[in-house]
């Protein structure tokens, strides 16, 4: 420990010497500026040494910040003293720019005329690179490194400041999502889903160009702020341009991956006073794209309407499930050899308190969406188990089956078998007298689990029926790949089989091609006594529709067994 509290220069030199700060002092009066060794080593004079003047010193400063340094000293030598502190970045000897922190304080006279003004200078090139480091991941997305949400929401704000100020600065908000992006990732892997969105992410930052901002937001999200817009029209075509490029097919690893995006777009407009209702809006205006099956959609008014009615539609659904408010609905199917009724499709109802019955087409949507079906479904089974339990007491001598239609979401859920056999032991009802109805939305998602699923069905004695068949996506062809045992050709064909010609071939080809494969078909929606001879004559083994009888309440449907007309 110094024994004296005021230590002597040469000790203080010999700090100096040691210290990892420099040090300088500038003489106002003389206008001469001194600086320690360390000074000169951090900025790298040692060849070169700073001249005696505070102006090599501001020479040396980032000529983009030299104005505000200006301004911090000339601000703090006319204020009260105290201690002055910037940072700015610094010309090295070797060219290179330096962060530097410096801290000074000065010292004046009685009269307070400012003598010396002294202090330390640190080198804090490290420090700002991590910090700018952490501000660029804050705003930018680790995997793709596109701006994120944050720094597209700053953007935007700006972008609508502007527009406050020139009104006819236009812009549009696109929000895609790439379609069936969870079917790569799950089929192929984790790495070639990243390596996919990494590339989707470098089209997308090629095609738009350095105005415009592409930023991911989500998983398979992402926005576009496209500037100077010229109006609706132009806006789609850039986002039509946007969606062709990812359609382009791609390489990776061997692999060659199709993938799509649907748009949703929201225009600029005086309306928006935050940015985070622009990117809503694109968002409803993709909901809206996803629920028509894909492609680009402009977002209006009426879509937000019924984003909203169908918050409520979600709401009111949860409450009927508590209020036990559905219902299941029998409509007939008849054999055509013999003209009686020889089972029913279960169809479920919503006893609405206000708006009365309501069609599952109203409801079954928003259901498949929250995931409410799986609910619906499983009390549809249920109810309609124990009903033709029932029947088959009261009616022993009859040939009695039961259709039931399970949701393309609940197919797939690991869940479905043993429910299915739990429900058939509890209502005591025997595996093959029911046939679960799918749709051909099942298979596309994800065909092989699919296929299995009905294995394991058959397996417990259930069979599976493939509905609306004839309207998918799919091909004739991948009905031999699946083992299903029926057939239900959509009511579409039908009704129309009698007055086009097509259609009347698409259905001769449909049975004949069940027939070759050893399923039995079923005609939906005859409304008619002509399409009824029709479907006979084309050996067509069952038939339901509104020319029989519409879907009945239980009770009906026990009066039709009763009186056991032969159509
Ligand atoms: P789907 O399984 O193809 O059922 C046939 C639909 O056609 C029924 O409509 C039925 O009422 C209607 N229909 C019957 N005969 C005729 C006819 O002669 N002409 C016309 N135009 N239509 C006829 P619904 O009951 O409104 O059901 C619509 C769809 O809702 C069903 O189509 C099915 O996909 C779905 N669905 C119904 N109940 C359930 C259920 O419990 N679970 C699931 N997941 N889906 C269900
Ligand atoms: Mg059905
Ligand atoms: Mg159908």
């Known amino acids: 420990m110094p024994k004296s509290a005021s230590p002597d220069t040469k000790s203080m030199v010999l700090a100096a010497a040691g210290a990892k700060d420099a040090l300088w002092s500038w003489d106002v009066a003389s206008d001469s500026f001194s600086t320690s060794a360390r000074f000169r080593e951090l900025l790298g004079l040692t060849e070169q040494p700073l001249r005696g003047t505070p102006e090599d010193w ?41 962060w530097v922190s410096v801290r000074a304080r000065e010292h004046r006279t009685l009269d307070g005329t400012v003598t010396h003004l002294a202090g330390s200078l640190s080198d804090i090139t490290g420090q700002k690179a991590h910090e700018q480091k952490l501000l660029h991941d804050a705003l930018h997305d680790a995997l793709t490194g596109l701006p994120n949400r944050t720094f597209f929401i700053n953007q935007l704000e700006h972008h609508l400041a502007r527009a406050r100020r020139t009104p006819n600065h236009r812009f549009a908000v696109l929000f895609l999502d790439l379609d069936r992006f969870k079917v790569i990732n799950d ?22 160009g350095s105005d415009h901002v592409v930023a991911r937001i989500g998983g398979d999200e992402f926005t576009v702020l496209l500037v100077d817009v010229r109006g609706r029209q132009h806006a789609l075509e850039q986002a039509h341009r946007v969606a062709e490029e990812l359609r382009q097919p791609m390489q990776l690893d061997g692999l060659e991956l199709y993938t799509s995006a649907s748009i949703g777009i929201a225009m600029s407009d005086p309306k928006y006073a935050r940015a985070e209702d622009l990117i809503r809006d694109a968002d409803t205006a993709l909901y809206s794209a996803k629920r028509a099956g894909g492609g680009t959609v402009v977002f209006d008014a009426k879509m937000r309407r019924d984003a909203v009615a169908a918050v409520k539609l979600e709401t009111d659904l949860r409450r009927a499930s508590e209020r036990n408010e559905f219902e299941v609905f029998y409509q007939p199917v008849v054999s055509l050899s013999s003209g009686h009724v020889i089972g029913f499709e279960a169809l479920v109802r919503w006893r609405h308190p206000v708006r009365g019955l309501v069609a599952p087409d109203d409801f079954l949507p928003i259901a498949e969406e929250t995931g409410m079906v799986v609910a619906i479904d499983r ?17 022993k001598e009859r040939e009695l089956t039961l259709n039931v239609n399970v949701s393309a979401r609940h197919f797939l ?12 032991g509890a209502t005591r009802v025997r595996p093959d007298d029911i046939t679960i109805e799918i749709t051909e939305a099942v298979l596309l998602d994800d065909a092989e689990a699919g296929a299995s699923v009905i294995k394991q069905l058959n397996r417990l004695g259930t069979r599976v029926c493939i509905d609306d068949f004839g309207i998918g996506w799919s091909s004739l062809s991948y009905l031999t790949r699946l083992p299903v045992q029926s057939l239900k050709i959509d009511k579409q064909f039908t009704q129309t089989m009698l007055s086009s010609d097509e259609d009347h071939k698409v259905v001769q080809a449909i049975v004949a091609l069940a027939h070759s494969l050893n399923l039995s078909v079923t005609a939906e929606g005859i409304d008619g006594v002509g399409q009824l001879a029709r479907m006979r004559e084309l050996g067509c083994q069952r038939a339901q529709g509104y020319y029989f009888a519409a879907p009945l309440e239980a009770s009906a449907a026990e009066e039709l067994l009763h009186s056991d007309p032969v159509y």
Not at 387 to 393: A, F, V
Request: proline residues 2%.
């Open 187 to 208: 089929g192929h892997g984790h790495l070639v889903g990243d390596r996919l969105l990494k590339e989707l992410a470098d089209r997308l930052g090629q095609l738009t």
């Open 379 to 395: 009390m549809v089974l249920l109810q309609a188990c124990r009903q033709l339990r029932k029947w088959k007491d009261l009616f």
């Open 413 to 424: 859920l690991p869940d479905l078998v043993r429910e299915t056999r739990a429900i058939l």
């Open 58 to 98: 501001f020479e040396r400063i980032h000529p983009r910040q030299r104005d505000r340094v200006q301004r911090v000293v000339e601000r703090f030598l006319s204020g009260k003293g105290g201690v002055l502190e910037v940072e700015h970045q610094m010309r090295h000897g070797n060219g290179r720019w330096l």
